[in-house]
């Protein structure tokens, strides 16, 4: 594989994860814990910050303080 072809390969599979964690309802396993779930919307918000996918990261940021508040709630 060369490095355009992981790249893509990366690319295409942030991508699928982008659409899951905005386009449904609950798209965690219940067994993530809201760290789990933070920390990976911050990895998420950095690779689309890397590539100036800001809109993308605003969503995500909209979402990782969804979660927060969730947390100050229980």
């Not at 910050?49 to 969503?59: D, G, H, K, P």
Request: proline share 3%.
């Amino acid at each position: 594989m060369t490095q355009e072809d992981h790249e893509n390969y990366i690319n295409f599979a942030m991508i699928d994860a982008y659409d899951l964690v905005t386009e449904t309802t609950n798209p965690w396993p219940k067994h993530f814990s809201k760290k789990k779930k933070l920390e990976l919307l911050t990895g998420f918000i950095g690779y689309w910050t890397s590539l100036e996918e800001y809109e993308r990261c605003a969503e995500l940021h909209d979402l990782k303080a969804q979660i927060e508040q969730e947390s100050n709630k229980n």
